[in-house]
């Protein structure tokens, strides 16, 4: 099973809705059955399946101390990837979690305050030799802050080409368990997370290419 982690240290990027369209994206591509797991005491990713009418992807609770367990109980019963949304914080409980990982994508707005905030995450991860691409979330559309901060971002890692951009349509289609891809298939947002899995499951195929080469 493979296992992707979103993590980041500050609050508001986008962790859960991005980690509930992914998980949907993987299902809608055909390559699941996606679990998705909630560390985050906040439950907001929880709160949004549970109003959900779709059965696909399931959730699993979990607390941080039984994710090692569920994760094998997981991958035993079948299930092809697994997302986990993390709280807003750089703790020990949050490197136990990374350290699940096959890849961890940090989600990070393009803003000053939001770029100088991402070092701690990126600190975390590297410390736990975990392989890592940030996303950039809630970008104003042709704006010169989005182009510095994926320039800025680059210089420490893999970014993305996909972005999420700042639409509404990612709130709404929250609200009542749904994503852009179920409100609006057609629309711009929807392409964007099409694109956006797409890239992450490129990634994921080279780390485990990756890790079978290291380990002959």
């Not at 699940?100 to 030799?129: K, M």
């Not at 349509?169 to 009542?176: I, L, N, P």
């Not at 368990?177 to 994921?204: C, H, N, P, Y």
Request: glycine fraction near 6%; aromatic fraction near 4%; charge should be neutral.
């Amino acid at each position: 099973m493979n296992v992707i982690v979103l993590a980041s240290q500050k609050g508001g990027v986008g962790k859960t809705t991005l980690a509930a369209h992914l998980a949907v994206a993987a299902e809608a591509a055909g390559a699941g059955p996606v679990v998705l797991l909630d560390t985050d005491p906040q439950g907001s990713l929880s709160a949004w399946w549970n109003v959900r009418e779709a059965e696909t992807p399931a959730l699993a609770p979990c607390t941080i101390a039984e994710l090692p367990g569920k994760l094998t109980a997981l991958a035993a019963a079948g299930y092809v990837f697994a997302v986990i949304d993390t709280p807003p914080a750089i703790t020990g409980a949050i490197a136990a979690v990374v350290a699940t990982a096959d890849l961890v994508l940090i989600p990070t707005r393009p803003s000053p305050h939001d770029l100088r905030a991402v070092g701690s995450t990126v600190e975390l991860v590297q410390d736990a030799d975990k392989p890592f691409v940030f996303v950039v979330t809630q970008a104003k559309p042709n704006t010169r802050l989005t182009v510095q901060a994926i320039a800025a971002l680059s210089a420490h890692g893999a970014v993305a080409q996909a972005i999420m951009h700042d639409r509404v349509d990612y709130a709404g289609s929250m609200t009542d368990g749904r994503t852009v891809q179920e409100t609006d298939g057609k629309g711009k947002s929807a392409a964007e997370m099409i694109e956006l899995w797409s890239f992450v499951q490129e990634r994921m195929t080279k780390s485990t290419k990756t890790r079978k080469v290291a380990a002959r």
